[in-house]
Protein backbone atom coordinates (compact mmCIF):
# COMPACT_ATOMS: atom_id res chain seq x y z
CA UNK A 1 0.00 0.00 0.00
CA UNK A 2 2.65 2.60 1.16
CA UNK A 3 4.77 1.50 -2.48
CA UNK A 4 1.54 2.61 -4.06
CA UNK A 5 0.54 5.53 -2.43
CA UNK A 6 4.68 7.01 -2.65
CA UNK A 7 4.53 6.04 -6.94
CA UNK A 8 0.89 7.75 -6.71
CA UNK A 9 2.94 11.06 -5.21
CA UNK A 10 5.70 10.65 -7.42
CA UNK A 11 3.48 10.97 -10.02
CA UNK A 12 1.53 13.89 -8.74
CA UNK A 13 4.80 15.45 -8.25
CA UNK A 14 5.96 14.94 -11.64
CA UNK A 15 2.29 15.94 -13.41
CA UNK A 16 2.71 19.13 -11.53
CA UNK A 17 6.30 19.91 -12.32
CA UNK A 18 5.86 19.07 -16.19
CA UNK A 19 1.95 20.14 -16.36
CA UNK A 20 1.77 23.96 -18.04
CA UNK A 21 4.82 26.02 -17.83
CA UNK A 22 6.10 27.73 -14.58
CA UNK A 23 6.97 31.05 -14.23
CA UNK A 24 9.23 32.44 -11.54
CA UNK A 25 7.65 36.10 -11.38
CA UNK A 26 4.31 34.79 -10.80
CA UNK A 27 3.24 33.21 -7.63
CA UNK A 28 1.60 29.97 -7.41
CA UNK A 29 -2.11 30.86 -7.52
CA UNK A 30 -1.54 33.52 -10.37
CA UNK A 31 0.17 30.74 -12.34
CA UNK A 32 -2.91 28.89 -12.36
CA UNK A 33 -5.42 31.87 -13.35
CA UNK A 34 -2.69 32.83 -16.09
CA UNK A 35 -2.92 29.54 -17.07
CA UNK A 36 -6.46 29.48 -17.33
CA UNK A 37 -6.33 33.21 -19.46
CA UNK A 38 -3.86 31.26 -21.78
CA UNK A 39 -6.30 28.29 -22.29
CA UNK A 40 -8.60 30.47 -24.02
CA UNK A 41 -6.34 33.69 -25.30
CA UNK A 42 -3.22 31.72 -26.20
CA UNK A 43 -0.06 31.42 -24.87
CA UNK A 44 1.48 34.74 -26.00
CA UNK A 45 -2.09 36.39 -26.12
CA UNK A 46 -2.92 35.34 -29.72
CA UNK A 47 -5.19 32.51 -30.72
CA UNK A 48 -6.94 31.13 -33.11
CA UNK A 49 -10.84 30.90 -32.08
CA UNK A 50 -12.93 33.15 -34.21
CA UNK A 51 -14.41 34.66 -30.50
CA UNK A 52 -11.72 35.20 -28.70
CA UNK A 53 -9.72 38.24 -28.64
CA UNK A 54 -5.95 38.52 -29.33
CA UNK A 55 -4.15 39.54 -26.44
CA UNK A 56 -0.72 39.96 -27.41
CA UNK A 57 0.42 43.36 -27.62
CA UNK A 58 -2.73 45.18 -26.17
CA UNK A 59 -2.41 48.23 -24.45
CA UNK A 60 -1.59 47.52 -20.80
CA UNK A 61 -3.68 50.05 -19.05
CA UNK A 62 -6.53 48.91 -22.02
CA UNK A 63 -6.62 45.67 -20.73
CA UNK A 64 -6.66 46.23 -17.21
CA UNK A 65 -9.85 48.80 -17.62
CA UNK A 66 -11.83 46.10 -19.42
CA UNK A 67 -10.91 43.38 -16.74
CA UNK A 68 -12.19 45.97 -14.46
CA UNK A 69 -15.64 46.65 -16.13
CA UNK A 70 -15.77 42.82 -16.51
CA UNK A 71 -15.40 43.01 -12.96
CA UNK A 72 -17.76 45.18 -11.88
CA UNK A 73 -20.39 44.68 -14.95
CA UNK A 74 -19.93 47.68 -16.93
CA UNK A 75 -19.17 45.56 -19.43
CA UNK A 76 -20.73 41.61 -19.59
CA UNK A 77 -19.73 38.17 -20.92
CA UNK A 78 -20.42 34.91 -19.35
CA UNK A 79 -17.03 34.25 -19.46
CA UNK A 80 -15.12 37.53 -18.55
CA UNK A 81 -17.41 38.55 -16.16
CA UNK A 82 -16.61 35.22 -14.02
CA UNK A 83 -12.94 35.39 -14.73
CA UNK A 84 -12.22 38.72 -13.97
CA UNK A 85 -14.06 38.66 -10.53
CA UNK A 86 -11.60 36.11 -9.09
CA UNK A 87 -8.70 38.93 -10.17
CA UNK A 88 -7.05 41.11 -7.81
CA UNK A 89 -6.05 44.99 -9.70
CA UNK A 90 -2.51 43.59 -8.92
CA UNK A 91 -3.01 39.99 -10.79
CA UNK A 92 -4.99 42.04 -13.54
CA UNK A 93 -1.83 44.50 -14.13
CA UNK A 94 0.71 41.55 -14.11
CA UNK A 95 -1.91 39.56 -16.59
CA UNK A 96 -2.10 42.79 -19.25
CA UNK A 97 1.61 43.20 -18.83
CA UNK A 98 2.18 39.28 -19.72
CA UNK A 99 -0.03 39.58 -22.86
CA UNK A 100 1.26 43.18 -23.65
CA UNK A 101 4.92 41.48 -24.11
CA UNK A 102 3.36 38.33 -25.21
CA UNK A 103 5.83 36.57 -23.59
CA UNK A 104 6.84 35.55 -19.77
CA UNK A 105 8.31 38.37 -17.26
CA UNK A 106 11.97 37.67 -15.46
C1 LIG B 1 -13.15 30.52 -21.49
C2 LIG B 1 -12.34 31.42 -22.27
C3 LIG B 1 -11.67 32.62 -21.61
C4 LIG B 1 -10.89 32.64 -20.48
C5 LIG B 1 -10.55 31.49 -19.55
C6 LIG B 1 -10.40 34.00 -20.35
N1 LIG B 1 -10.91 34.78 -21.35
FE1 LIG B 1 -10.58 36.77 -21.59
N2 LIG B 1 -11.97 36.83 -23.07
C7 LIG B 1 -12.65 35.73 -23.57
C8 LIG B 1 -13.64 36.19 -24.53
C9 LIG B 1 -14.62 35.31 -25.30
C10 LIG B 1 -13.54 37.60 -24.56
C11 LIG B 1 -14.41 38.57 -25.38
C12 LIG B 1 -15.59 38.97 -24.52
C13 LIG B 1 -16.54 39.89 -25.21
O1 LIG B 1 -16.93 39.60 -26.33
O2 LIG B 1 -16.90 40.91 -24.60
C14 LIG B 1 -12.47 37.97 -23.67
C15 LIG B 1 -12.03 39.26 -23.43
C16 LIG B 1 -10.93 39.60 -22.67
C17 LIG B 1 -10.35 40.92 -22.58
C18 LIG B 1 -10.83 42.16 -23.34
C19 LIG B 1 -10.15 42.15 -24.70
C20 LIG B 1 -10.63 43.28 -25.59
O3 LIG B 1 -10.15 43.32 -26.73
O4 LIG B 1 -11.43 44.11 -25.18
C21 LIG B 1 -9.29 40.84 -21.74
C22 LIG B 1 -8.33 41.97 -21.35
C23 LIG B 1 -9.21 39.47 -21.28
N3 LIG B 1 -10.22 38.74 -21.87
C24 LIG B 1 -8.28 39.00 -20.38
C25 LIG B 1 -8.33 37.73 -19.80
C26 LIG B 1 -7.52 37.33 -18.67
C27 LIG B 1 -6.44 38.19 -18.00
C28 LIG B 1 -7.90 36.06 -18.36
C29 LIG B 1 -7.42 35.18 -17.22
C30 LIG B 1 -7.51 35.73 -15.88
C31 LIG B 1 -8.93 35.67 -19.31
N4 LIG B 1 -9.16 36.71 -20.16
C32 LIG B 1 -9.55 34.42 -19.35
C33 LIG B 1 -12.42 34.41 -23.24
C34 LIG B 1 -11.70 33.98 -22.13
Do not use: W
Amino acid sequence: MSVLNNKLAAFMVLSATMGGFSCQAFAEDDQKLLNMCIACHGVDGSNDFASIPNLKGQNVQYMVGQLKNFKTDKRQDKTMSKVAKLLTEEQMQAMAVYFNTGKEQD
